[in-house]
Structure formats: structure tokens, C-alpha cells
Nanobody, 116 residues
């Protein structure tokens, strides 16, 4: 399974971004797809995830600004980020979890940089 992540960029604080993750297989075959981020010098952390059934989980620290959803027609998982803050600066990674295949798959990451 390959994951194509896109949508990162340089934005000013208060701006918005829409990150997309497109798996190479139909995402209904995946147990869950999630977005993680890793800031310089910090551990990678879960931002939000969505299961094959559509259940979502979003980190408390970003719940009021980050929204994860699915675009079934485009086979894409979308992370909408509003009111960006400098502390959101990180590389954002898409991860797919597959119970059937017994492993996780990571995308290449997309850089998000927020200027103050």
C-alpha cells in the first residue's frame, strides 16, 4: 500500500490548510487512516484518525481546529486545519493501518510551516 500525502505549505498564523492522503488501495480495505506530525526535536504524535466505519479520533490539543474526514469518491482522507499556529509547524505524515495485512503503512510526509 502506498500513501500519497499532499497539501502542506507555508502559511501565516491564522490561516488554513487542507491536507490530503490518498491510498493506493480502496480505503474501505484499510482498518484506519491517520495523520501524524513530527516537529523538530519532538516525537511523532497522532493528530487525528478515521476508521473504515467512519469513526474519528482527534487529539484534544487540536480538536477545535483540526477536522479529519473522508472523500469516498476520491478515495482520500482529508485533514482540514484552521487557525494555524506556529506550534503546528511540523512534517505531517499519513499512516494506514491494515488488520488484514497485519501492518501499518506510512506516507512520505508533507511539510507544514506556520509563520507568526
Amino acid at each position: 500500500v502506498q500513501l500519497q500525502a499532499s497539501g502542506g505549505g507555508l502559511v501565516q498564523a491564522g490561516g488554513s490548510l487542507r491536507l490530503s492522503c490518498r491510498p493506493s488501495v480502496n480505503m474501505v480495505r484499510l482498518t484506519a487512516v491517520g495523520w501524524y506530525r513530527q516537529a523538530p526535536g519532538k516525537q511523532r504524535e497522532l493528530v487525528a484518525s478515521i476508521t473504515a466505519g467512519g469513526d474519528t479520533n482527534t487529539a484534544d490539543s487540536v480538536k477545535d481546529r483540526f477536522t479529519i474526514s473522508r472523500d469516498v469518491a476520491r478515495n482520500t482522507v482529508v485533514l482540514q486545519i484552521n487557525n494555524l499556529k506556529p506550534e503546528d509547524t511540523a512534517v505531517y505524515y499519513c499512516k494506514a493501518q491494515s488488520t488484514a495485512w497485519g501492518r501499518d503503512y506510512w506516507g512520505q510526509g508533507t511539510q507544514v510551516t506556520v509563520s507568526s
